[in-house]
T-cell receptor, first 112, second 110 residues
Framework: QQQVKQSPQSLIVQKGGIPIINCAYE??????FPWYQQFPGKGPALLIA?????SEKKEGRFTISFNKSAKQFSLHIMDSQPGDSATYFC???????????FGTGTRLTIIP | DAGITQSPRHKVTETGTPVTLRCHQT?????MYWYRQDPGHGLRLIHY???????DKGEVSDGYSVSRSKTEDFLLTLESATSSQTSVYFC?????????FGSGTRLTVV
């Protein structure tokens, strides 16, 4: 049972464009939504995270948008660069539950 | 990654043989996890630990066992490896900043 659904599976964007990766969740108890970035041969690394008390969070060129009523959240990358090419995972958990449930990942390629 | 080490980094083993993967942390974190990563499936939780000798199953625990006799070490054992267990295995710890993952172990079962 996929509790966090991520799309698209892969994405190709030109340099400077704004890739958008979407995730939808089912469990209304989820209250913590992180995004992880993974480069080839490396483990995933925390990129940015949001809690449902805000609708948007920005860190540098990365923005999470959160829609509680639709049970959806998304990652936007402003002014994308070839160095942003990586696999991105969304995830979710709830307070008191230390286990993260991950989406299936999006392979992002930024072409020069 | 700082503070968390996985060994070995790569392993090829034969079907039916036992395999043990090791995760070592230096930061005294209570929670440790084993995930496997497969194309189209993302990261799936195998087992996790919330303290010494305290472990529990994740969503894909069949065929795997774990042990945690010391805070710093979390071992994942495949009792009798199968080809379906060919995967990349990641260990992780959790803290206030979220999860920190190791660099992974690429396991091939032939």
């Amino acid at each position: 049972q996929q509790q966090v659904k991520q799309s698209p599976q892969s994405l190709i964007v030109q340099k400077g464009g704004i890739p958008i990766i979407n995730c939808a969740y089912e469990n209304t108890a989820f209250d913590y939504f992180p995004w992880y970035q993974q480069f080839p041969g490396k483990g995933p690394a925390l990129l940015i995270a949001i809690r449902p008390d805000v609708s948007e969070k920005k860190e540098g060129r990365f923005t999470i948008s959160f829609n509680k009523s639709a049970k959806q959240f998304s990652l936007h990358i402003m002014d994308s660069q070839p160095g942003d090419s990586a696999t991105y995972f969304c995830a979710a958990s709830w307070f008191g539950n230390e286990k993260l449930t991950f989406g299936t990942g999006t392979r992002l390629t930024i072409i020069p | 990654d700082a503070g968390i080490t996985q060994s070995p980094r790569h392993k090829v083993t034969e079907t039916g043989t036992p395999v043990t993967l090791r995760c070592h942390q230096t930061e005294n974190h209570r929670y440790m996890y084993w995930y496997r990563q497969d194309p189209g499936h993302g990261l799936r939780l195998i087992h996790y630990s919330y303290g010494v000798k305290d472990t529990d199953k994740g969503e894909v625990s069949d065929g795997y066992s774990v042990s945690r006799s010391k805070t710093e070490d979390f071992l994942l054992t495949l009792e009798s490896a199968t080809s379906s267990q060919t995967s990349v295995y990641f260990c992780a710890i959790s803290d206030r900043e979220g999860y920190t993952f190791g660099s992974g172990t690429r396991l091939t079962v032939v």
